[in-house]
């Protein structure tokens, strides 16, 4: 492990003797991006062979059906531009929605 590398180490594990969550993945499926992430309840703490991060957090944000358009589909109001992925998964009513910060 390089200095930074067992700097990051430190922090991750740190976040996680805090209270924290943290996920792992195993080195071979880096190619594989976020999907081979999962949560650890209890790391194995085997840097050679895994990857480990801070759990990135999550956040709510409420859609609202406001009126409908001439098409006869609902309108969404919300605040921030990085729900528009979610908006085809809404059922025509109020909606809380979890993203990534």
Do not use: C
Not at 13 to 42: C, P, S
Not at 54 to 75: H, R
């Amino acid at each position: 492990m390089t200095r930074e590398e067992t700097l990051e180490a430190i922090k991750v594990m740190q976040h996680y003797a805090d209270g924290g969550e943290v996920e792992a993945r195993l080195i071979d499926q880096r190619h594989f991006g976020e999907k081979a992430w999962t949560h650890h309840d209890n790391p194995w703490w085997v840097w050679p062979d895994f990857d480990y991060r801070i759990k990135k957090a999550t956040k709510k944000i409420k859609l609202e059906a406001w009126m409908e358009n001439a098409d006869g589909n609902l309108v969404w109001q919300y605040e921030n531009s990085e729900v528009q992925p979610y908006l085809s998964r809404v059922p025509s009513e109020d909606k809380w929605v979890e993203v990534e910060e």
